[in-house]
């Protein structure tokens, strides 16, 4: 059930004292002048809440993890690399994905138009990757009514960016007619 808030203030006004008095955040008209030894009746409507049951999806601390795991395959072969198995659990297991030698990749999905990036997130795939892999973050934006993704981001630090878009084997990304 929930609480409600009962507010009463007093206010010292020219007329004499009155209660001002505010409850589940309406503010109710002013009762008042009061005098010694007097009672106020004061009607509060309490308007009953209509709580909507939310049927929690079943097995949905399952299903999050199935699409995690379906991610992180999805990243590895993208990469022409590995899931990493048990990724977190175990020592020496970091990273959702990766390419040996190549990148570190933690994966990331949200139902929602929008993803928070925390430093710490970056930092962390970054103490992950081993020396000379590219650090990155893949956040999928999915639809929560089919589940599908609409769009995949991979957030890598700024000077790997600049060293993948320097490097003298860098695809424009334009067909090269094949």
Known sequence: MATKALYILPVQTDR?????????????????????ETGFLVPIEIEEEKVEEEYPKKNSARRTRQR?????????????????????ALPGRKGDAYKEGITRVEAKFTYANSYRLELNTMLKAGSEAKHGEIPAVVVDFVDKSTSKTIEKL????????KRLINADDYDSGLPDGD
């Open 154 to 161: 991979a957030i890598v630090y700024y000077a790997d960016w």
């Open 68 to 88: 995690s795991i379906r991610q992180e395959n999805l990243i590895a072969k993208d990469i022409g690399g590995r899931r990493q198995f048990a990724s977190g």
């Open 16 to 36: 004499g004292v009155f209660l001002r008095i505010t409850f589940d955040g309406k503010e109710l008209p002013a009762v008042g002048p009061l005098q010694d």
